[in-house]
């Protein structure tokens, strides 16, 4: 039987591991919060994770005032690119899983690793001919 006050390493290793991938994938977020609040002299001289000496919300009303800068236009789009391609991407995934988990069919297996095989495929191997297109 385990006394209350035993110290788990295991646990604590686990513990330990999910805040430190916590922070490493939050720093990109944080550094882009603090940027957001510096002057352009600021972000040029000063290092990146450094807290704005006067912060300031003049980039924002930048971004939502300027005529060259359509943040609705932008926001639409983003908008419409992610909820068609999760469409998208359920629609198509879900009917090829079908019949490799529920048929037989002669080269079930070959097929099987051919589209596993795409999907293996770095981003940077099809970014031209989607850029093309």
Do not use: C, H, Q, W
Not at 102 to 122: C, E, N, V
């Amino acid at each position: 039987m385990k006394n209350a006050k035993t110290f788990d390493i295991g646990k604590f290793f686990v513990v330990f591991m999910l805040i430190a991938g916590s922070l490493i994938f939050l720093a990109p977020f944080f550094m882009s919060i603090l940027l957001s609040l510096k002057t352009t002299g600021e972000i040029a001289k000063d290092p990146l994770f450094s807290l704005p000496k006067n912060p300031s919300l003049d980039n924002y009303k930048e971004v939502l005032s300027n005529p060259n800068m359509s943040f609705s236009g932008f926001f639409k789009n983003t908008l419409f690119i992610a909820t068609v391609s999760t469409i998208g991407t359920v629609l198509s995934a879900s009917l090829i899983a079908y019949p490799f988990a529920r048929l037989k069919f002669k080269g079930r297996d070959r097929l099987f690793i051919l589209l596993l095989s795409t999907m293996m495929l770095p981003g940077v191997v099809t970014m031209i001919p989607t850029f093309v297109l």
